[in-house]
């Protein structure tokens, strides 16, 4: 079983799971009020989940542990225009904290950039993340790139979501891009 993570806020209800088990792809998202990261928990423990796509910073840049010299951007920011898990704070460490209990357990989890995929594989007439009568669209686009049908997005959360599963997807099939150092964190495209 294979998801993608579409990481938000805590308590906001943007946090949405993608899942594949093979056969079926689903959708799950956290509604306002809810702690995201015990819901993550408890449905990646309850799906038997083994590989996690996941849209946030898993890492820190290198000078924190000793390689480099820059405080602000690991190499595979740089490269890819992505903001500084610095700048991105309690979500980064938030994460990083999810992230090592869940390779505690066993479960290998990646850093996917949803947006540096859809700048490959999208298309620039269409309004992603800025006018969610394009989610049809997008979605169509996408659906070009699996062999099962892919669920309705209601918003552009749900839509990121299927864009890790989607880097998840391609690191099967051996078609995703890494970017960065391995000793720093690499982020999967």
Known sequence: MIAGIDFGSKLAGTTVLAWF???QLQLEQTAKGQDADALLEQWVAEK???QIFMDAPLSLPGVYTGEGNDYFYRAGDRG?????PLFLGGLTARA??????????GVEVYEAYPGALWKEIGDKKLAYKKDTSHLTDCLALLQKHWPVDLPAPTNWHQFDALLALSTGWRYQQSLAKAYGEAQEGRIYV
């Open 21 to 23: 088990d093979g056969q």
């Open 48 to 50: 038997s989940i083994q």
């Open 80 to 84: 890819l225009g992505a903001m500084s």
């Open 96 to 105: 990083m904290r999810l992230a090592a209990g869940w390779r505690k357990a």
